[in-house]
C-alpha cells in the first residue's frame, strides 16, 4: 500500500463495523495582519490531511505533543470546529450536508469528557441537572424516568444516588471525573472523545478512572477516541495507535505492534523520551534536539526532517510515501 | 546513578530533622508535613514523591523558609545546611542563603516568569543580590548561565521577555536562575509537569548534565515515579504529611514495602508491556485537618489491620537505608 497521506484506517482483521470515519481532514486557521482591513497573511495548517477510522466498541488513541493537531482533529469531530477540507461519516453517511435533524442525532450519538474537570462543569449546576442536560435537549423522557437515570447512572461511575442533590464544588478531581463520564453516556452515545481524561487528576486516581472507562465500554458498548500525549496511558487504554506531528499522522498500527515496533523516528524519539517504569531500564539515547517547528509554515518534504537524527537525501524535498510494515501497520517515511 | 557507592562516602550537605509545618485554617489545624526526616548528601539526587497534598511541597517551601506566616508555621524541627540551622535565621540571614545557597526550579516557567521584566534582567537579579560586582561582569554571567543551559544565540536572547519564548526555552531560563549562583541544593519542584515529552527528555539530561559538572545536590519533588526511575538516587514517599516510606531507588522499586508505595507503583500503566487490568486505590487523599487516628492510608490499604487505625506504625528499617512505616512490617 503507497499513498502520500496516511490513511489510519486499519486493514487488519477486525469485523467490528466501523463507526466513525474521516477522510483527508484538514483544518487551516486563517493568520491575519491589521485591525480594520485585515489581510490574510498565512494559513496555520494545524490538521493537514488526516484520516482514521473508529470501530464499534474499540478504542483508538491519537499521541502527540502540544501543537500537532490531536485536539483540532477531536474538535472537528466534535463538529466544534468546521473541516476546512475532508469528509467526517458517521455509520456511512457524511456529516456535513446533513439536515438539522441528522445533526442533531449526530452530536448525541458522540459526546466528549475533557481533561480539566474544574472547568468543565457548570458551578451552578446541581449534579441532577448536569447530567440530566443532554437528555432534555436529546431525548423526550419524563421527569421520573430521567432521575431514575441520573441515579443508574451515578451508580454505574461508582458514585452514590444521593450525589445527585450536591454541586461540583462538593467533589474531588476524580469524582468530577466521574461526572463528567456520566453526563457524556446520558444520551446513550456510540463513541465518546476523552481529551486527555485523566492527566488533571492524582497519580492514584488515574487508575480507577482508566478502569472505570474500560469496565463502561463493556457495558456500554461504546467506542473512545482518546487523545493523550502520555504513551504508558495509550498502551493501557487503546486497541489502535495513531501518532501525530505537525498536522499529520506519521506512523498508524495495532497498539503492541506499534509500540514494540516503532518505526517511525520520531515515534522512537517519544518512545525514547518517555519516562522508564524502572530503573533498571536502559533507554536508547535518542533525545531529539530543538522543538516543534511553526505549523505556520511547516518543513518541505518530510515535516519530521529538521529534527531527524536518521535523515536521509530525499527527506528535505520529497513527501515520504505510506508504507504497510506489517498488517494495519502504516508508516511514512523515507527510511521504509 | 551509575556512581552509586561513591554518592554514599561525599559529605552531607543538607539535613532535615523532624520537620513539623503547620497551618491553622477555619477547619482546624492542617498538618501539612509532620515529622519529616531525611539527609542529602553532596552529589546525590533524591526523588521526594507524593500527590498533592501528601506534603512534598511544603516539606521544600519550609527547607526554604518560603511559608507564608500566618497561617503557616514551622512548629518543630531543624534544617541543617552543611551544619547551619536555617530554622532559626532571621529573614535578612535567610534571603542571604536562600538563591545562593540553596535554591528552587519552581513548576510553572509560565508564572514563575515576570512579564514585564527581559531575561537578562530576570537572570541577573540572583547575581546582583548575591554577588558583589560590576554591572558589566553581571551581564557577562547571566550570558554563561544561559549558555550552560543551552539556550541558543543566548548574546541577543538575553533581550528577550518570557513570551517571546517557548515553554521549553522558559522553563530553561528558570533552571538557569536557580543554578546563577552555583547552588549546594538545588530543589526541582515538578519541573516538566508542563513540558511535552521529548522537550522534557531534553531539560532532564540538561539537569543531570549540570548537575555532574559541580556536585549539586538535586531534590525532585513529583508525583511521577517515571522521573524518580530516571533520574534519582534515592527516594522518599510522601503520604498526608509524613514520609511513608524511604530508601534507594532500586530497593523501592523491587521491593516496595509499604502498601501505599506498591499500590502507587501497580497502578501506573507501563509503557513496556502490556498490562492487563492496573491496580486501583479506591477512595481519596485523606483531608489532612481531618485525619483518621493511626495510619492515614488504612482505610484505603488493601493489607489494614486493627492496629492501624489505633496508632501509627515506627519506621522499620528493612535494609541499610530502606525503611517503611508499616505495621505489616512489626
Known sequence: ?336 | MSTNSTIKDNPVVLQVEGLKTYFETRWGTVKAVDGVSFDLRKGETLGIVGESGSGKSVTMLSVMRLIPSPPGQIVEGRVLLEGQDLVDLSEKEMGAIRGSQIALIIQDPMTSLNPVFSIGNQVGEAIKIHQDIPKRTVLQQVLDVLRKVNIPAADTRVRDYPHQMSGGMRQRVVGAIGISCEPMVLIADEPTTSLDVTIQAQYLKLLKELQEASDIALIFITHDFGIVAKMCDRVAVMYAGKIVEMGDVRDIFNNPSHPYTEALLSSVPKLEEDVDRLYSIEGQPPTLHDLPPGCPFAPRCQYVRDKCSQSYPPQFNLTDGHYAACWRLE
Request: with cysteine.
Open chain 1, 1 to 336: 500500500m503507497t499513498t502520500t497521506t496516511m490513511d489510519a484506517r486499519p486493514t487488519a482483521d477486525t469485523t467490528n463495523e466501523v463507526l466513525l470515519e474521516a477522510e483527508g481532514l484538514k483544518k487551516y486557521f486563517p493568520v491575519t495582519k491589521g485591525l480594520l482591513i485585515s489581510k490574510i497573511t498565512g494559513h496555520i495548517k494545524a490538521v493537514d490531511g488526516v484520516s482514521f477510522q473508529i470501530r464499534a466498541g474499540e478504542t483508538l488513541g491519537i499521541v502527540g505533543e502540544s501543537g500537532c493537531g490531536k485536539s483540532t482533529t477531536a474538535k472537528m469531530l466534535l463538529q466544534l470546529e468546521e473541516p476546512t477540507e475532508g469528509t467526517i461519516r458517521y455509520q456511512g453517511k457524511t456529516i456535513h450536508n446533513a439536515t438539522s435533524e441528522e445533526r442533531r442525532a449526530y452530536r448525541s450519538s458522540v459526546q466528549a469528557v475533557f481533561q480539566d474537570p474544574w472547568s468543565s462543569l457548570n458551578p451552578r449546576m446541581r449534579v441532577r441537572d448536569l447530567i440530566a442536560e443532554p437528555m432534555v435537549i436529546n431525548l423526550d423522557l419524563s421527569r421520573r424516568e430521567m432521575q431514575d437515570r441520573v441515579a443508574k447512572l451515578l451508580e454505574d461511575v461508582g458514585l452514590s444516588s444521593y450525589h445527585a442533590n450536591l454541586y461540583p464544588h462538593e467533589f474531588s478531581g476524580g469524582q468530577r471525573q466521574r461526572l463528567a463520564i456520566a453526563r457524556a453516556l446520558s444520551v446513550e452515545p456510540r463513541v465518546i472523545v476523552l481529551d486527555e481524561p485523566v492527566s488533571a487528576l492524582d497519580v492514584s486516581i488515574r487508575a480507577q478512572i482508566m478502569n472505570l472507562l474500560k469496565d463502561l465500554q463493556e457495558e456500554y458498548n461504546v467506542s473512545y477516541l482518546l487523545i493523550a500525549h502520555h504513551l504508558a496511558t495509550v498502551r493501557y487504554m487503546c486497541d489502535w495507535v495513531a501518532v501525530m506531528y505537525l498536522g499529520q499522522i506519521v506512523e498508524f498500527g495495532p497498539t503492541r505492534e506499534l509500540f514494540e515496533n516503532a518505526s517511525h523516528p520520531y515515534t522512537k524519539a517519544l518512545m525514547n523520551a518517555a519516562l522508564p517504569s524502572h530503573p533498571d531500564i536502559e533507554q536508547e539515547e535518542m533525545i531529539l534536539t530543538g522543538e516543534v517547528p511553526s505549523p505556520l509554515n511547516p518543513p518541505e518534504g518530510c515535516r519530521f526532517h529538521p529534527r531527524c537524527p536518521f535523515v536521509i537525501d530525499q527527506c528535505p524535498t520529497a513527501i515520504p510515501q505510506v508504507t504497510e510494515l506489517a498488517p494495519g501497520h502504516m508508516v511514512s517515511c523515507h527510511l521504509y
